[in-house]
């Protein structure tokens, strides 16, 4: 059997390694720059692919003359003021006073005061001190009204209590315009209680290979079901053109991300679409004729390249399709530091989005600053014209005029400003429980298990049973979703909630045990589980097989199913995925999605009424195919070669014959070649290992953007993507580190990492010179005496010393360094911990062990 090791108890045994040896850290390469290279070849452009859209919207002689007016009386920085959007964890309202920002944004996580429950009073606060600071002349001699944006996806997800709707590509499994519009129309009432004024949304994406992590932010690989989605979205957002448009019960909507997000090589975020134009037009571009034609006022650029040119420097897209073309006149706002990824554009300098077509900068860290004044700079040296900045501010004012923001009261005198009984109002989430009920898809139905009469024994099972945060996937409070528990939902109800409350009504016995555990054995047994929650970046995969390399939950319906008991499986997830063991292990199977705040909505489809009538029918039908092997990533309707489980469209009705036998093909085909490196961070950490910061006595799980000990500090930073590596400030007050440990300190066997020559490997940026060691340390426990600790450390100070101010380089160890030193690979139980005692700011990212080959310039430890 394993042993464990208390978390305190390995940092003492890590602390007692010792006996290190000459510094053995090498420099693999130069710093990584965020950016893309250009395409090989020179794309042959046909500008009449494109169409000219007729907007609902159409220009007005009046607002025009007021942009012109208003124009006319600005300073140059007055006007590139308007075009900065920093984030409200880098400013402050003294700061808005002074330059008087045209907007402003929180990011995913990010909260008034940095506190994760603020209410929305707070909020309200913040936006009321924001828009007063701004239009505070004393400084900046401009009255012009700033605005904030907030992420609103999948409801007000940033704001603790609000309503939280079904994912996109649960909504897309509706196929329900007309609910979409409402439930655009909530979320709007919902963030204007708080006194914001533009929502980020609708995604628009057409996502074609659910390798991606943001597919669940897709409503469907078929672009028809995007274009009709969009336009309703932007309606429900913004109001009707013929009615109350950008009136004060409306916020300003932004369509994205402009072009081809969905569409990247392999599903890489941030990566490379390479569609020819007429399939971008096609497939992806759908979307934004919808939501467009319907009168959205902004629209925000993608971070991916299209044929290896970044689409926020890609001029002939974001000015001569969008604005020449399209007829496009509201404003092109970027993505978090998405300028900052075109070749020869850093973060705080980059003159070529403004040129491309690029209105707003969305520049969220301390890079705001150098970039305004660059900026300015440039248009003075004629390298950005004047009347590129003209264009760009009259787009912004234009916007500003069209939605009152001159006119409308401030922030804290709106309409429905401080109305918190509309945050998660009951009328709100009936409105999220029908949306989940329509979002519901059966997969497999045999012998007609469902509907389910509610008056028996019903044992709920599944780490996803009775775990909101699980359900609501992520974009749910904080970025990522991570780092929630019920507590943070009052008012939503778990799936086992709705399940309870069916149950016992109709005078039946529910138990509710994770691990599938009962003393008495039940009748059926309903197993939710699925996906944990992500958001961009960090949830691309490789594949789809699900649980790879621990198929926890397939053991749990196994069990289930070899005691006779029948299985229902609710499996929520934010793509589709090869889950053909547990079709096979399951009586019945109901893809769930990721339903939001309201599972209670699950309930009503699976059960009956207590007097056997069916209440609600399942409506959902899949808006993705659904994959027959783990390597069917890319599977779309239309292919040539279409050979999905089951097809876009399918969806069981109660009746209906089942199509899915118990023996499919549950083989997976495994790739030598991706077990030949072990990642354990990369923006996320990877099963089964857990990242904790210590200080002295003081040890946490960061869950949030930032956390303080007393001898260190950490901040979640950009490398390639948005937060994909961390900062460790130390103050140099007491020993203090970062450890990658194994989940409950279980010994891992890594012998294969060493057989392969490997090294660990792991990025790093120093930006201030350790002034005490620096160590580099690992952890093993041996299975034959577990209290007699192991492991073994390397000083790492001199190297890291040498690349002060380099930027992002890679630095490797050879693992024989540590196996010299007593470190046993089979028993691993933390292949990473940094620590010192002294001064220093270091950077972390994409930490790993991997082979390298023989000839290697790597450590030889001799």
């Not at 989605?229 to 932004?254: P, W």
């Amino acid at each position: 059997m394993r042993t464990t090791l208390k978390p305190l108890a390995l940092l003492v045994a890590l602390a007692a390694v010792s006996g290190c040896s000459k510094e053995q850290a090498t420099n693999d390469g130069q710093a990584l720059k965020a950016q893309e290279p250009q395409a090989s070849e020179q794309q042959a452009l046909n500008i009449d692919i494109w169409p000219t859209l007729d907007f609902e919207v159409k220009q007005d002689a009046e607002v025009e003359a007021s942009v012109k007016s208003l124009l006319s009386t600005m300073t140059l920085e007055q006007k590139v003021a308007q075009m900065i959007q920093p984030e409200i964890r880098d400013i402050t309202v003294e700061d808005m006073r002074k330059y008087g920002f045209g907007s402003y944004l929180n990011g995913g996580g990010s909260f008034p005061n940095n506190n994760k429950q603020s209410t929305p009073q707070d909020w309200i606060n913040l936006a009321e001190a924001m828009y007063q600071a701004s239009i505070d002349d004393s400084l900046d001699g401009s009255t012009i009204p700033t605005m904030w944006g907030t992420d609103a996806v999948h409801g007000h997800n940033n704001v603790i209590g609000a309503t939280l709707f079904p994912h996109n590509i649960g909504l897309g499994a509706m196929n329900n315009p007309e609910l979409i519009e409402k439930i655009a129309e909530i979320t709007a009432k919902e963030v204007m209680v708080t006194g914001i004024d533009w929502v980020f949304a609708p995604t628009v994406a057409v996502a074609r290979d659910d390798r991606w992590g943001r597919t669940y932010e897709s409503y469907s690989e078929d672009p028809a079901i995007v274009k009709a989605y969009s336009k309703a979205i932007v309606k429900g957002l913004q109001g009707h053109a013929d009615g109350d448009f950008l009136s004060d019960k409306r916020v300003i909507s932004t369509v994205k991300h402009f072009l081809g997000d969905g569409g990247t090589e392999k599903g890489d975020d941030q990566g490379d679409n390479i569609a020819s134009e007429q399939a971008l037009f096609d497939i992806h571009a759908q979307g934004y004729v919808g939501g467009l034609t319907a009168g959205s006022q902004s629209v925000m650029a993608s971070f991916n390249s299209w044929h290896g040119e970044k689409i926020h420097g890609k001029k002939y897209l974001l000015t001569d399709v969008l604005k020449d073309k399209m007829g496009f006149d509201g404003f092109v706002v970027g993505d978090w530091n998405g300028h900052g990824q075109i070749q020869g554009c850093t973060n705080d300098n980059c003159p070529q989005a403004v040129n491309a077509g690029l209105d707003m900068y969305m520049v969220p860290t301390s890079a705001w600053k150098p970039l305004y004044e660059n900026t300015i700079a440039q248009v003075k040296s004629g390298i950005i014209s004047q009347a590129r900045i003209d264009d760009a501010v009259s787009r912004i004012l234009r916007v500003k005029i069209r939605a009152g923001l001159f006119e409308k009261p401030s922030p804290a005198n709106r309409q429905y400003s401080g109305k918190t009984e509309l945050i998660g109002a009951q009328a709100h989430r009936d409105i999220a429980r029908q949306a989940v009920r329509e979002s519901l898809v059966l997969l497999k139905n045999k012998d007609n298990l469902l509907p389910l009469a509610p008056k028996q024994h019903v044992l709920v099972a599944g780490n996803g049973a009775d775990n909101i945060g699980k359900q609501s996937g992520g974009w749910t409070v904080t970025w990522q979703g991570t780092g929630n528990n019920n507590n943070d939902f009052p008012g939503g109800t778990s799936i086992y909630d709705g399940i309870a409350q069916k149950v016992t009504a109709a005078g039946g016995k529910v138990t509710l045990n994770v691990e599938g555990e009962y003393q008495e054995k039940p009748d059926v047994a309903i197993v939710v589980f699925g996906e944990d929650p992500y958001a961009e970046g960090h949830g691309d995969r490789d594949n789809l097989d699900y649980q790879r390399g621990e198929k926890t939950d397939l053991a749990l319906l196994t069990k289930l199913k070899a005691q006779g008991i029948p299985v229902v499986s609710v499996f929520i997830s934010g793509r589709p995925m090869w889950v053909n063991a547990e079709l096979n292990a399951s009586t019945a199977f109901v893809a769930a999605w990721l339903p939001g705040s309201e599972g209670v909505g699950v309930s009503d489809v699976l059960f009956t009424e207590a007097n056997g009538d069916v209440a609600y029918d399942f409506t959902g039908k899949l808006s993705f195919s659904w994959p027959n092997s783990a390597n069917q990533a890319v599977l779309n309707k239309g292919d040539d070669d279409y050979q999905p489980l089951l097809p876009y469209g399918f969806g069981l009705k109660y009746g209906d014959e089942n199509v899915l036998a118990d023996n499919l093909n549950a083989e997976l085909a495994i790739d030598e070649a991706a077990l030949q490196k072990r990642v354990f961070f990369d923006g996320k950490m990877h099963k089964p290992w857990l990242m904790w910061l210590f200080s002295a006595d003081q040890q946490l799980q960061p869950n949030a953007n930032t956390h303080s000990l007393a001898g260190l500090t950490y901040r979640t930073v950009d490398r390639l993507v948005q937060e994909d590596s961390i900062q460790l400030t130390f103050n140099g007050t007491e020993k203090a580190g970062i450890r990658l440990v194994s989940k409950s300190n279980f010994r891992e066997d890594l012998r294969s990492a060493i057989e392969q020559n490997g090294k660990l490997s792991f990025m790093v940026n120093v930006l201030e010179k350790p002034t005490a060691p620096v160590i580099v340390s690992m952890a093993c426990q041996k299975a034959e005496s577990p209290d007699d600790n192991c492991g073994a450390a390397i000083d790492v100070t001199e190297n890291l010393s040498g690349r002060l101010h380099h930027g992002w380089s890679q630095a490797s160890i050879d693992l024989a360094c540590f196996a010299n030193k007593g470190m046993s690979f089979g028993d691993l139980v933390a292949p990473f911990e940094l620590t010192t005692t002294g001064k220093a700011t270091i950077q972390i990212g994409s930490v790993m062990f991997e082979p390298q080959p023989k000839s290697a310039e790597s450590i030889t430890c001799q």
